[in-house]
């Protein structure tokens, strides 16, 4: 038997070996995405991760510690810029870390009765099918009155909401100069723990849900609201990367090198490629994809398995 | 007197022990594993390549069976739920089974031994003496009558998975026979477990399997996938702090190099 030669490299903590440009062409794609979208690849990368056959609690966490790496060149980038709002930063981290680590209990809880990975598919289906229908319906509305409407969903100024204008009335209210607004601190804590759940439940860093709720609900300026959510999502995503390491051992490291190596570099190609296309153009691709994404996880929840028996992988490959 | 009349018998019990001994398994060189110890480190492939080479008894097919250490399956069973999506309605816990288990051949075994000696000498091609001695443990524990069928099911469909992952397989035609030696070569992929793996080398003779010699080799992780292995598990709030403090380090680098913002 001729042994056939190829780049592949052993993950320890998966226990599998995958082909070097498979993982880098996945990061790749991801980074491409997200440098031509502006948003985080995380949502894309975890099922994308778990489609070529890694653990899904290996996948959510690894990708949850190379989110760590993309932010963090972001937020510094914005912090030079005065882009960001430490003090709201601070409360919503403070939101992520305790909702960051609820979801990392409930991965645990879930993995020992052996719902872990059906639990991850519904919140994924979701959420994915949620953001990805906006987007596709209000882009198609877009691209219909035929006007170019460059960044409409982050160039909105802060608008008095609702929730916003209930949330005056709580207690502990705080005075965020950079964002220009004064609102409850329990609000923005409330804000970051949902999405500090749902960071450690998806492996994602929350920024595509953040971002549109700090703008429409909490009433932030965008790009305040940009560079305070990557800040925010660093400190958080760091939480879920040592939770993760300490209580269920999935972080790969070899696999976050990988993906950061790709990702890099198809962010660069897809912010230069992004400056050519139109808002709405970006956003419906974007919602395409989402809704692709969400359907091939809606498919494995409705279609017969083809073995009704199937392994319960909590706590990665060993 | 009684001491050394004792001494004597233990002495000369040793001795017949070491000869019954070399009868059934022959001599330990007979058969050969290479390399006798599978290191996985980072460059590893998808699978490691064993040749498993000896003497092959006069007129004799031969029959390879190599057994992984055992280890422990979590399971769901799905069931339709909530009337039309797919869920876990069950789970179970299976214990002693194999991680893997290969059978190699050197003629198609439904012609060397009959169905009865196949189950008897445990080389069946549905790895049959896995469901005798797996152990189950369901988390809800099912009704008396159900339990045999339960064990069952859990059990071919966590052999299914197995086999898709190339982990339980049942070659015929991979032991080669020439000159009085076989040789095969043992296709070992990544994913299968570390540990001892024993090799069961069997001799079919007018319709019987006979167990002439057992060797092993070993399957451990080497390097810096060992290092890093070892970490994560045994020193995880290094490791997680290790990791996070890398991301961050190599996210400002970047970010210092381009000298961009981006988005998240």
């Not at chain 1, 872990?116 to 198609?140: H, P, Q, R, W």
């Not at chain 2, 739920?81 to 869920?87: C, D, N, T």
């Amino acid at each position: 038997m001729v042994k056939e030669r190829s780049m592949d490299i052993y993950l320890p903590i998966a226990n599998m070996s995958v082909n070097v440009f498979l993982l880098m062409g996945l990061g790749g794609l991801v980074g491409f995405l997200s440098g031509l979208f502006g948003v985080g690849g995380g949502f894309l990368l975890t099922p994308l991760l778990i489609f070529i056959g890694i653990p899904p609690t290996v996948a959510a966490a690894s990708d949850s510690n190379q989110i760590v790496a993309a932010a963090s060149s972001g937020a510094y980038a914005h912090s030079r810029m005065g882009n960001v709002d430490f003090r709201m930063g601070i409360i919503l981290l403070l939101g992520g870390i305790t909702g960051g680590s609820i979801g990392v209990q409930i991965i645990k809880v879930l993995a020992a009765r052996g719902n872990v990975d059906f639990v991850i598919k519904l919140v994924y289906v979701f959420v994915l099918g949620t953001i990805g229908a906006f987007m596709f319906i209000e882009s198609l509305g877009a691209l219909r009155r035929s006007k170019a409407i460059t960044e409409e969903a982050f160039s909105l100024e802060p608008k008095e909401s609702m929730i916003r204008k209930m949330t005056a009335r709580l207690p502990l209210q705080v005075n965020f100069a950079k964002s220009r607004m004064t609102t409850s601190a329990v609000f923005p804590f409330i804000l970051g723990a949902s999405v500090g759940i749902l960071a450690a439940i998806m492996g994602v860093g929350g920024g595509f849900i953040m971002v549109p709720a700090m703008i429409y609900i909490l009433g932030m300026p965008t790009i305040v609201a940009i560079g305070t959510d990557l800040f925010q999502i660093v400190l958080t995503c760091i939480n879920v990367t040592i939770q993760q390491a300490i209580r269920n051992h999935t972080v790969d490291l070899v696999l976050v090198i990988l993906l950061f190596f790709g990702s890099t570099v198809g962010a660069q190609i897809g912010v230069r490629v992004g400056r050519r296309l139109r808002g709405e153009q970006l956003r419906i691709l974007l919602g395409i994809i989402v809704l692709l994404v969400m359907g091939k996880m809606l498919i494995d929840l409705l279609v017969t398995p083809e073995n009704l028996i199937g392994l319960a992988r909590g706590g990665g490959g060993h | 007197m009684r001491r050394g009349l004792l001494g004597l018998g233990l002495f000369t019990g040793l001795i017949a022990l070491g000869i019954l001994r070399s009868s059934v398994f022959g001599a330990e060189d007979i058969v050969k594993c290479l390399p006798p110890c599978v290191e996985k480190n980072l460059l590893s492939e998808k699978f490691h390549v064993v040749t498993i080479t000896g003497q092959a008894p006069p007129s004799a097919e031969i029959i390879l069976k190599i057994v992984a250490p055992n280890r422990e399956f979590k399971l769901n069973k799905s069931g339709k739920g909530l009337g039309f999506v797919w869920l876990p309605i069950g789970h179970a816990e299976v214990k002693n089974i194999p991680g893997m288990c290969i059978l190699l051949s050197s003629a198609k075994v439904s012609d060397i031994l009959s169905e009865k000696d196949q189950k008897v000498a445990g080389l069946t091609s549905d790895f049959q003496e896995i469901y005798q001695q797996a152990q189950i443990h369901h988390k809800e524990d099912p009704n008396q009558g159900e339990k045999a069928a339960l064990k069952r099911e859990y059990l071919s469909g966590l052999i299914r998975i197995l086999k898709e992952a190339g982990l339980y397989r049942f070659q015929e035609g991979a032991v080669k026979i020439s000159q009085g030696q076989f040789e095969a070569q043992l296709i070992h992929p990544s994913e299968a477990p570390l540990g001892k793996y024993r090799v069961f080398c069997y001799a079919v003779k007018d319709g019987k399997a006979q167990l002439f010699n057992e060797q092993s080799f070993l399957v451990r992780s080497a390097g810096v996938a060992e290092w890093l292995s070892h970490q994560a598990h045994g020193n995880a709030v290094v490791y997680g702090i290790l990791a996070a403090l890398i991301a961050v380090g190599v996210g400002l680098f970047v970010g210092a190099i381009f000298k961009r913002g981006g988005g998240h």
